[in-house]
């Protein structure tokens, strides 16, 4: 699968995206050069230390020297600092990461706001990023980058370090080191490409999966339980195998990686045991090299696994940044008015409203019947867009403005009554500044206050979208006075039996309306002009 950017483009983005943390990752970098530098020298000591104690071990007359203790000192200091400062590199790192994915979520969240997608793989593209591209990318940041690097920067001191010491057995880790890349490059590519798509099959599961559960019911009543089995099957396996191909080239790299390591180093032993046979190296150079080669052989294999992981993250930063650089579909916020002069809906066509003309006054109360009323208002409110004609507001086309952007022009509350995971009053005031006897002012109107003041908790009693500690009645009540919070001079209102005939005169009393009744009935009793929209 195509990538829609290269490899560079998305250095520049994973960098713009840790930018605020640049200090906190050169304190972190910094740190860990100190720790891999510390952790190569010491081998060099213990080198020297087995030089010392074998010539000792042949002077039987001889006793250790100060100098001797002093270095068993010193190399035990030098492993234990290199151990113990990759605590606070880890603390750093796992903060930063933290906060560079909170910004990357908001940015996220911010864009999904101005974005079209096609509705039936908007969950599965959606959720797929934000479960699993998301938490890749943060363990990416917290371990894999100070990983990398430390793999890097190790095997490159031990090479320089060996060259001082013997060219001949330092030639066998430049052999490790340019040998493993050529090896294993086909591999992480294939990783990379397979990754993608096994993400996007999984994303499709996502919104299948998504989808059934909206509308299982419908699927139900049309008998097609088992076509939407058929079609789950289908994406399951797809899913399958596109995983079985992604961990293939991954798990493949452990064998070619011991097969590598492990002959040159059962060369090593026997080409450097033989020089120190014939007297061309000592036992400490050697038992130096043998050090190296273990403090090498694990960031070898490391950064293999680590280039994988580095490819992953990059696969998933491609994925993310697919959403972010969408083109966005924001309009303009809806100008500061005195007030709204008139509504005007000028030969508006959408499915089956054909040339839908109306006029509306301030102050007058319209009643809007008919199968397609909740288009209507969804055209009004821009959540879908019309065929043609325009929504006209103040002489100001709504195709190029957001009506809802002024939230003391409009107030609206229809048959969705959704509420979403808070108190009470954090549904009702949606974040904005009232003060609780503005809330229970308004609530005491529409007669929601009684019925609050019965929960405990009171207004900071929490409800959610699927909660059943609120009844269907004052779900409606709590969206209702959202609506109304803002004291809107449009009212724009779904009635129902429940919410009865005086409390909606109440409401309406001294602003426009807009009333959506089941039928001309309803209408006709509240005494409104109705129009019937299909």
Known sequence: MAYKYSTRQLTFKLIG??????????????????????SVYAPKLVGKLINSLMRYALDLNGNPTKTLQNNIILIVILFTISHLIRIPISRIMAKTSEGAIQKLRNQ???????????????????????????????????????????????IIFVLLMSIDMDLKLSGILFALV????????????????????????????????????????????????????K??????????????????????????????????????????????YIGSIDMGTFTTFILYYQLMKKPIISIGNTLNAVRTSYACLDRIYEIL?????????????????????????????????????????????????????KIFLG????????????????????????????????????????????????????????????????????????FPDRYETKISYDSNNISSHERRLICLARALIHNPELLIVDYNNDLGVDLLIKIIEGRTAIILTPDDDVADMLDLMALSVN
Do not use: W
């Not at 039936?120 to 940041?141: T, V």
């Not at 789950?232 to 797809?238: G, I, L, M």
């Not at 206050?449 to 019965?454: D, N, P, Q, R, V």
């Open 17 to 38: 995206l840790l930018k605020d943390y640049k200090y906190h990752i050169l304190a972190a970098i910094i740190m860990m050069i100190i720790s891999v530098i510390l």
């Open 108 to 154: 996220l969240y911010a864009k999904l706001s101005h974005i079209d997608l096609d509705e039936s793989e908007f969950d599965g593209f959606i959720m797929s990023r934000l479960n699993n591209d998301i938490p890749n990318l943060k363990g990416f940041i917290s371990n894999t980058i100070i990983l990398f690097l430390s793999d890097v920067a190790i």
């Open 178 to 229: 340019f040998v493993y890349p050529f090896v294993i490059y086909p591999f992480h590519r294939k990783t990379r490409n397979n990754y993608k798509i096994h993400q996007n099959d999984l994303g499709n599961i996502m919104g299948f999966i998504g989808d059934f559960l909206k509308n299982r019911k419908m699927i139900e009543s049309f008998n097609s339980e088992e076509y939407s089995r």
């Open 231 to 276: 079609r789950f099957r289908e994406y399951n396996a797809k899913q399958k195998d596109s995983y079985k191909k992604s961990r293939f080239y991954t798990e493949i790299m452990y064998p070619v990686n011991s097969f590598i390591t492990i002959n040159l180093q059962l060369f090593l032993y026997i080409y450097g045991g033989l020089l120190v």
């Open 325 to 377: 650089d969408m083109p966005e579909t924001r309009k303009i916020e809806f100008p500061e008015v005195d007030g709204i002069s008139e509504i005007k809906f000028e030969n508006v066509s959408y499915g089956n409203i054909k040339d839908f003309n109306l006029k509306i006054m301030p102050g007058e109360h319209i009643s809007l019947t008919g199968d397609d009323k909740n288009d209507l208002i």
């Open 383 to 454: 959540l879908i867009e019309a065929e043609n004609g325009s929504v006209r507001v103040n002489d100001l086309d709504l195709s190029q403005y957001d009506i809802n952007s002024n939230k003391n022009l409009i107030g609206v509350s229809t048959e969705e009554n959704y509420v979403f995971e808070g108190t009470i009053e954090e549904n009702i005031v949606c974040g904005d500044e009232f003060s609780p006897e503005d809330v229970m002012e308004i609530c005491e109107v529409i007669g929601l206050h009684s019925l609050i003041e019965k």
